[in-house]
Each structure stands twice: as structure tokens, then as C-alpha cells.
């Protein structure tokens, strides 16, 4: 579960490394869910800038969401970089590949055929 004012890791090729969650539908985000986040961290020389304001999807998380399912706990709270496209479409995510697995959570969640398919793997 993430909060406002949490660090978080970008795992993609965006240009972007770390962020810090400004906004969020409820109080705790889940998987899959988006949010607003500030850049702290860049690569230099890239599109994304130190102060930019992103969506993102979170899509991994170190807490499990419930303890009846066996869902798989990840080491970091990880997300993606995301532009909101027209209504009814898939998220567009920035980036062009993801780095390291995603859950498979997000097979369920309705616009995320565009992430799932340039993820190297799901679990």
C-alpha cells in the first residue's frame, strides 16, 4: 500500500529512476492503480526532468495485498510512467521495456494489454 509522500522506483526506460507520490484516488494505492508522482531522480540528458509531474501505474509492491491469496511479495515498490490516452483505450506507457517481472495481477485490471506486452515476464 502506498501513500502520499512515498518513494518510489521507475522501472522503465523513460529517463526517469525515483519518484514521490502527490496524489491518489483513496488514501492507500494498490497494484495497478495510478497516481500522480513528482521526478526526484533523472538520468542526465534525457526527456524527463528533475520536478516534472507524471502518472504512473504502480506495479509492484512490498505489501501483500491480502493473506488468504498466495500473491508474490516484492523486494521495492516499483512503477511505471504512463500517458492517459483517449477514454477507452490502453494505458501508453513512456518507456519501451520494463525492467524485471510484473505481477500477474494486472492481467486482470482492464487497460493494461500495452504493459503486459512489453514486460519480459509475468508472476
Known sequence: MIQLQSKLNIVDNSGALKARVIKTKKKFARLGEKVVVSIQKNIP?????KGDIAKAILIRSKCRESLISHSQIWKSNDLILINIPK???DFHPVGSRIKGPISTKLKRLKGMQKIISISKRTL
Open 45 to 49: 540528458y534525457s526527456k524527463i526532468r
Open 87 to 89: 477514454k477507452g483505450s
